[in-house]
DNA sequence: CGCTTTTGACCCGCGC
DNA sequence: GCGCGGGTCAAAAGCG
């Protein structure tokens, strides 16, 4: 089960530079949504994304966030009637990662403040909240141990960058 | 000196 | 109405 990512190698790739943070390859240092725009289809799939996301929130690429459309009875939970409002077009973007790494703190080139640490009633291991050090910048990190796989990572993003990357400066 | 990190408390939403 | 879970913010300390 589960097991049967289409681009399982593709993780191991992209994120294989950045869970080395020795190279510093300032090359890499800086990759856009876009390539999110590919996980985000192994991750709707993926039944841990429901675990870590949300069962019932769609999953919305970074751009494209066209609320227009797709709205009737897309898939509601049954006694979640209610969730059709306007909040939802707060662009609110969220993508998970797994990805195999010893350290959970990925470089993706921008800086992050830690502002939370929460334990996981369902695991031994925490999970960790960063924010963004940019001002203005409504993108939240969130970083947790697979509870069964303390070898795999799970990134959470969420929003997008407002401002420039600290590497473009 | 500035900024980041760390821990605790507080708040919010939902379920029962 | 209260409890549980999760998430966020705040103040202080440590480090570069």
Redesign the pocket.
């Known amino acids: 089960m589960a097991g049967n990512y289409p681009n399982t190698n593709m993780s191991d790739s992209t994120f294989g530079s950045l869970n080395s943070p020795e190279s510093n390859n300032a090359n890499q240092s800086n990759f856009e949504f876009s390539d999110f725009f590919e996980l985000n289809e192994w991750v709707e799939e993926d039944p841990a994304f429901l675990i870590?996301g949300y069962p019932q929130t769609p999953i919305r690429a970074a751009t494209e966030v066209n609320d227009a459309g797709g709205s009737s009875s897309h898939h509601e939970g049954p006694?979640?009637g209610?969730?059709g409002n306007d909040r939802e077009r707060e662009v609110r973007e969220k993508v998970a990662f797994k990805t195999k790494s010893d350290v959970e703190?990925l470089e993706d080139g921008y800086?992050?403040?830690?502002?939370?640490?929460?334990?996981?009633?369902?695991s031994p291991n925490?999970?960790?909240?960063?924010?963004c050090?940019a001002e203005g910048c409504p993108v939240?990190k969130?970083i947790?141990r697979d509870r069964e796989d303390p070898k795999y990572v799970i990134t959470?993003y969420?929003g997008i960058h407002n401002h420039q990357g600290p590497s473009q400066l």
């Open positions: 870590y006694g979640n209610d969730s703190i800086k992050w403040r830690k502002y939370g640490k929460k334990m996981v009633k369902n925490p999970r960790n909240y960063y924010r050090s939240k969130r947790e959470t969420e």
